[in-house]
């Protein structure tokens, strides 16, 4: 079984900084990617970025292209979310999950997803 824990969440004035960390345990065959994925209060749970597991290659939502960078440290099974220039629009609650991507064009969520981890941006 695929478990996620999401850490790095918080309270930033806008045009601030987080990087948010995602411990994966379980990770199998069975998936090819990870991603991140927000929902914000009355939205929908969307994509934000992905990472292919084999080859490295990345989903960026247009909403955050060239403010977001997704990394992993596979010594530390861990995934990074460096969150730059962000917005209150940023706001929301912050997940983890397994996921298929449709080669750097989409990503979807699959079966496994963390808690979450709440991010706010407000002055």
């Known amino acids: 079984q695929v478990q996620f824990v999401e850490s790095g969440g918080g309270l930033v004035q806008p045009g601030g900084s987080l990087r948010l960390s995602c411990v994966v345990s379980?990770?199998?065959?069975?998936?090819?990617?990870i991603g991140w994925f927000r929902q914000a209060p009355g939205k929908e749970r969307v994509a934000i970025s992905c990472?292919?597991?084999?080859?490295?290659?990345?989903y960026y939502a247009d909403s955050v292209k060239g403010r977001f960078t997704i990394s992993r440290d596979d010594a530390k099974n861990t995934v990074y979310l460096q969150m730059n220039s962000l917005k209150p629009e940023d706001t929301a609650v912050y997940s983890c999950a397994t996921a298929f991507m449709v080669a750097t064009l989409a990503c979807k969520g699959l079966d496994y997803w963390g808690k979450g981890t709440q991010v706010t941006v407000s002055s």
């Open positions: 990472v292919n597991t084999n080859d490295g290659s990345s």
């Open positions: 379980g990770f199998n065959d069975d998936y090819d990617a």
